[in-house]
């Protein structure tokens, strides 16, 4: 049967894709492309035997949202998650010197304040998860599906390793230079949670970053009708961005690795091998503070 389409209060169209086939084959179902613009008259269709097609199909209706509705939507994600760090990151660096001065990634709060804080700090990631299987559109669309795990963590531990590499090298550099603050990337020290605490503050920023600024974002502005290097870009700046309050060095760090990143999400649309990359840098940058505190490398002294 032909798909149904009616209209609806917040956009123009409403698809309800019958899949229902005699055959029962769902693989050569027509669905809307994720990745096409907005068309107010006409949604675009794709149809085919691709895996990620056939898995957009399995998932059902989904509601064709307007460029109005998608972009009020985006800025309350948003403006609950990293936007506002964006801003207060970016009050932080004109308010306080850079040469000399130590952040933390971490506040200085008691085990089950912190607890708190890692908990709540997922609540934009829920609401993403809510919003995208709400409205039909499933996890597949922004590549947060569980369909691929093994090659997702290999992806996700090479590419971990990579950026763990080019990142030190960036923040060793721009710290000489005076033009970042020093890092401090772990939980109080001298407790008995300062590792697993740092663990789920990695695991945290991992899928509070990647679901939001990668998977999501990204996907919502090409809905939009942005360009996909446009909707990478704008990506890769909000990241910098909320990374400012480390310094002009965070920043740069941060644009690379949201272009690398949000180039590997519109190339594989799969946004758990960022998850785990993430996780290992934060990870690594950890455990290297906690081994080499007291030391030089490289000319600079972890204190």
């Known amino acids: 049967m032909p798909a149904e389409r009616r209209a609806d209060r917040d956009g123009p169209l409403v698809e309800l894709a019958d899949l229902d086939r005699p055959d029962g084959d769902v693989s050569l179902a027509c669905v809307r492309d994720p990745r096409a613009p907005f068309a107010a008259d006409e949604p675009t269709r794709t149809c085919g035997r691709h895996p990620s097609m056939v898995a957009m199909a399995e998932e059902g209706p989904r509601v064709l949202r307007s460029r109005r509705v998608l972009g009020e939507e985006v800025l309350i994600v948003l403006s609950l998650s990293l936007l506002s760090s964006a801003v207060f990151s970016i009050i932080d660096l004109f308010r306080a010197p850079i040469s000399g001065v130590s952040v933390s990634t971490f506040t200085a709060d008691p085990f089950a304040d912190q607890i708190a804080s890692v908990i709540f700090g997922l609540a934009p990631v829920a609401l993403v998860l809510h919003l995208v299987r709400r409205d039909g559109e499933g996890l597949s669309m922004f590549g947060m599906d569980g369909s691929r795990p093994r090659s997702d963590v290999a992806w996700g531990l090479a590419a971990g390793l990579g950026v763990a590499a080019v990142g030190l090298g960036i923040y060793l550099g721009s710290v000489a230079l005076k033009i970042n603050r020093f890092v401090i990337p772990v939980p ?7 590792v697993p605490i740092l663990l789920l503050g990695a695991l945290q920023a991992a899928l509070l970053e990647e679901v939001i600024v990668a998977g999501y974002l990204i996907t919502r502005l090409e809905q939009m009708g942005l360009a996909t290097v446009g909707a990478v870009v704008v990506s890769a700046v909000l990241r910098g961005s909320y990374h400012l309050y480390q310094g002009f060095g965070g920043f740069a760090g941060n644009l690379l690795l949201g272009l ?3 180039w590997a999400f519109t190339r594989w649309r799969r946004a758990w091998p960022l998850v785990v990359g993430h996780f290992l ?23």
């Open 188 to 194: 109080p020290l001298g407790h008995w949670w300062t």
């Open 281 to 303: 840098v934060d990870t690594l940058a950890g455990v290297g503070y906690l081994i080499f505190r007291g030391h030089c490398v490289f000319g600079a002294c972890i204190h």
């Open 260 to 262: 690398a990143f949000g």
